[in-house]
């Protein structure tokens, strides 16, 4: 027999269910985020939002804390959710930890490299040499991305892994901005391919070195541009 005073179990499905739907709708408003189709400081108004996709509330407001953590928006006690700009001093942040982080990662993960795990890194240049050159920004962050994680991937430090993976989704934005406006894509390309040939031929201090100098140049690049921008007068950029 069932004991009366027992607990009702806890509705699990519609858990699941919340959680789904609010990772799709945070997935569509990443998209058009990273995308530049809601911009610095463009007002996300969880109504409308809810309304547009079908969903309650909860799984919208659920997905805009979820972009929250990933630093993509602003949440403000009266003002709502709110796209975020470009801080130079949060972009700094986020290239220090990289440059801290990646190069230990790599170190420990580049002697495991399979050769499956190269004809994949070199698919990824070689789709990214592609992009650049046809200017399609919507891919360049995706592929950057990628091509750092799967030389990371054997590092066998997850808790590391997991961070390096949110700060490169956080830098995704950062990234083609730096990639589009400035004078970073011939130099992303050739350091890309000089740092996939120096761990195949197991040179992992001089890649390690390199990653660093790789990753130090984008930010300091990113940041020349922003300053130069707030001299100018012009408002917080997004891409």
Partial sequence: MTNPAAPLPKPVQKTFQYRTIS?????ELRRRIVDGEFQAGFQLRQEALAVEFGV???PVREALMQLEAEG??????????????LSPAEVEELFDLR??????????????LTEEDYQRLRDILQEYSSELHAMQVSRWGELNREFHMVLYQHAGQPRSLAIVANL???CDRHTRLQLALTDGRARAEAEHDELLRLCAGGQIEAACNLLKTHIE???TSLLKYIHEHQKDGRAAVSV
């Fill in 72 to 85: 993509l928006v602003k949440i403000h006690p009266h003002r709502g959710a709110i796209v975020s700009a």
């Fill in 168 to 170: 490169l989704q956080e």
């Fill in 56 to 58: 309650s509330r909860i």
């Fill in 23 to 27: 990772a799709s709708v945070a997935g």
């Fill in 217 to 219: 140049g984008a930010g």
């Fill in 99 to 112: 440059a801290l982080l990646e190069p230990r990662l790599l170190k420990a993960s580049a002697r495991h």
